[in-house]
């Protein structure tokens, strides 16, 4: 089975990097992806693929049964979103569109399901049950194009009993990919602080309550809170990366905002500490005779990698692409809205190394000169496809 795996991936590898370059050259934002999502409807067609489009807006379900389809069903599933960067590569099949770019490899996850579909088409007879493929809309915006589709029934009809996926990962070589069992990733949630002063002439401060002051002290403060009341060995994040006032050097505003983000692992302390933080917030600024809030837009879950699931497809990823190539990852504090699908049903969710130094092929997701080395196509494939007929197999 490998060695058919690997001839088709090898035969048709040229045509995945076609189709990367392609995706690439025409990126949509989140929840626009029509060309996106019907140029991978015309290849699944071509393929002999049932599809089935206009699922969460943009999104499209195709199913590819094998023997005895009832038996047992899994998703491998990719997202479809683009950025919204101004590219800064200088290749044939850059960005044709001004301000829109793939900088998060999503180009590449569709490119890798798709090559999965041709894999997994061309060998159905040799595995018993059925894989779903679900390409998704909008994974760069809340409230994310998994809940939505989810709530749309793509787990369903048939009922999927894992699911899988895959994500790039410029820290890693070309060639290798890695995988985290249990907590991999953060919750995540969007924080926006106000707080209302008294406006004033900077030379009388008798007459202002200045909201930067307090502003400026609340949000060590708050850290601190956070700090203590953390539980043990369990990480998180709390940070502020915007701050606003519009003043002057001698007038002291009315307002000043502050925009940050909270992320977490353990989905009970997080609706404990919503509360607490806005509390907080408003005890402090009863005590600075301020007023405004703390708001709190939740975001995606923490991404729980089943552990059994894991660990098969960490095997199978060791037998189709050798020990060496297979690595264990640390938890990261990004988040993903895969962790939707992780919190409903057992999931993996693993790292494809896209990294070539060799080639200049350097720069993390979300930077305007993020590439990859195409040989991580191949991989990428073969790995998604073999994890789905182990996963299959007959016992």
């Known amino acids: 089975m490998k060695a058919k795996i690997n001839h088709i991936v090898s035969e048709s590898f040229e045509e995945f990097v076609s189709w990367r370059k392609h995706i690439h050259a025409n990126p949509e934002l989140s929840f626009e992806e029509v060309k996106t999502v019907n140029f991978v409807a015309d290849k699944l067609a071509e393929m002999g693929v049932n599809y089935t489009k206009g699922i969460a807006g943009t999104g499209l379900v195709a199913l590819i049964e094998g023997v005895n389809p009832s038996r047992k069903c899994i998703a491998l599933r990719a997202d479809l979103d683009a950025l919204p960067i101004q590219e800064e590569n200088e290749i044939s099949f850059k960005s044709t569109f001004p301000g829109v770019m793939h900088a998060c490899g999503h180009d590449v996850h569709t490119t890798c399901l798709l090559g999965a579909a041709k894999v997994l088409n061309a060998l159905k007879s040799n595995f018993e049950g059925c894989v779903k493929l679900i390409f998704q809309p909008g994974e760069e915006v809340l409230p994310g194009g998994a809940s939505m589709m989810i709530s749309e029934g793509v787990l369903e009809n048939p009922s999927v009993d894992e699911i899988y996926a895959l994500h790039v990962f410029p820290d890693m070589d070309a060639g290798k990919i890695g995988f985290k069992a249990g907590k991999y990733m953060a919750a995540c949630d969007e924080l926006y602080l106000s707080v209302v002063g008294k406006a004033g002439h900077a030379a009388l401060p008798d007459q202002y309550n200045n909201p930067i002051m307090i502003i400026a002290e609340l949000l060590p403060k708050l850290h601190s809170y956070l700090n203590s009341i953390s539980i043990q060995d369990e990480p998180f994040v ?123 092929i350097i720069h993390g997701v979300h930077h305007p000169k993020f590439n990859i080395d195409h040989q991580a196509l191949k991989v990428g494939v073969a790995s998604l496809s073999y994890i789905a007929i182990n996963s299959l197999k007959t016992n």
């Open 238 to 360: 709390f940070a502020f990366g915007d701050l606003h006032a519009a003043g002057a050097t001698n007038i002291i505003p009315k307002q000043a905002n502050a925009k940050g983000t909270l992320r977490t692992m353990n989905e009970k302390w997080r609706a404990e500490i919503h509360s607490k933080l806005k509390t907080f917030v408003q005890d402090f600024l009863k005590s600075k005779n301020a007023k405004g809030e703390l708001k709190i837009i939740k975001g995606y879950p923490f991404l729980n990698n089943n552990k059994q699931l894991t660990s098969t497809a960490f095997s199978a990823s060791q037998a189709i692409l050798g020990e060496k190539n297979v690595e264990e990852m640390a938890i990261r504090m990004t988040a993903e809205d895969f962790s939707f699908y992780s919190q409903l049903i057992p999931a993996c969710f693993f790292r494809l190394g896209v990294r070539n130094e060799s080639l200049g």
